[in-house]
């Protein structure tokens, strides 16, 4: 629950509440831009069944970095788009950053399971086009906004994406399908 000290407000991350709803008459607005966690959200949204954009947008996770960032930018919307005057200064209240994820990511693995070698050159440029930083030892520091990169397997698959396609070969295994096939037919 989000209140201001007298009275509920919100119910975090699923539904604002009537006293907060900004209409014809308003003239002041708080801005209030927060992270919250999936798995809180959900149960939220369950226990009081209420299944709203918010809700849905937060179970799936966001860029816990974003929320200053999206303040930021509607602040702005509000001066140019309504006439809005903006305040100086903002409260932050980020009790415990996460450290940014890493991953490895090995050449050696990218090729092998590309079926192309695929060079350390290559991998580092790929890797750094989808705004990773090397930390180190083969591993690479990931963007808070992609929350989608945390096994080397998700790195492999966007090389895949950006390289092209076209660029992996198709090659079916030798036990093949044609002796399975064979077989089912033989016994039809």
């Given at each position: 629950?989000?209140?201001?000290?007298?009275k509920s407000v919100?119910?975090a991350g699923v539904?604002?509440?009537?006293?907060?709803?900004?209409?014809?008459?308003?003239?002041?607005?708080?801005?209030?831009?927060?992270?919250?966690?999936?798995?809180?959200?959900?149960?939220?949204?369950?226990?009081?069944?209420?299944?709203?954009?918010?809700?849905?947008?937060?179970?799936?996770?966001?860029?816990?970095?974003?929320?200053?960032?999206?303040?930021?930018?509607?602040?702005?919307?509000?001066?140019?788009?309504?006439?809005?005057?903006?305040?100086?200064?903002?409260?932050?209240?980020?009790?415990?950053?996460?450290?940014?994820?890493?991953?490895?990511?090995?050449?050696?693995?990218?090729?092998?399971?590309?079926?192309?070698?695929?060079?350390?050159?290559?991998?580092?440029?790929?890797?750094?086009?989808?705004?990773?930083?090397?930390?180190?030892?083969?591993?690479?520091?990931?963007?808070?906004?992609?929350?989608?990169?945390?096994?080397?397997?998700?790195?492999?698959?966007?090389?895949?994406?950006?390289?092209?396609?076209?660029?992996?070969?198709?090659?079916?295994?030798?036990?093949?399908?044609?002796?399975?096939?064979?077989?089912?037919?033989?016994?039809?």
């Amino acid at each position: 629950m989000i209140a201001d000290g007298e009275k509920s407000v919100a119910l975090a991350g699923v539904m604002g509440g009537q006293t907060s709803e900004v209409g014809d008459k308003t003239t002041r607005v708080l801005l209030e831009s927060a992270m919250f966690e999936p798995a809180g959200i959900r149960r939220t949204s369950r226990r009081h069944a209420l299944h709203t954009e918010a809700s849905h947008r937060f179970e799936r996770g966001m860029d816990e970095h974003g929320a200053d960032r999206a303040a930021d930018r509607c602040a702005e919307l509000i001066v140019q788009l309504a006439g809005g005057r903006l305040l100086p200064g903002a409260i932050d209240v980020y009790p415990s950053p996460r450290e940014p994820a890493k991953v490895m990511v090995r050449p050696g693995r990218v090729s092998a399971i590309l079926g192309v070698p695929v060079g350390d050159a290559e991998v580092d440029r790929w890797l750094r086009a989808l705004q990773l930083v090397p930390v180190g030892d083969g591993r690479w520091s990931v963007p808070s906004w992609r929350q989608d990169l945390t096994r080397e397997i998700d790195c492999i698959e966007e090389i895949a994406r950006l390289r092209g396609y076209d660029t992996i070969p198709v090659k079916l295994h030798p036990a093949g399908v044609g002796e399975t096939a064979a077989i089912s037919l033989s016994g039809a």
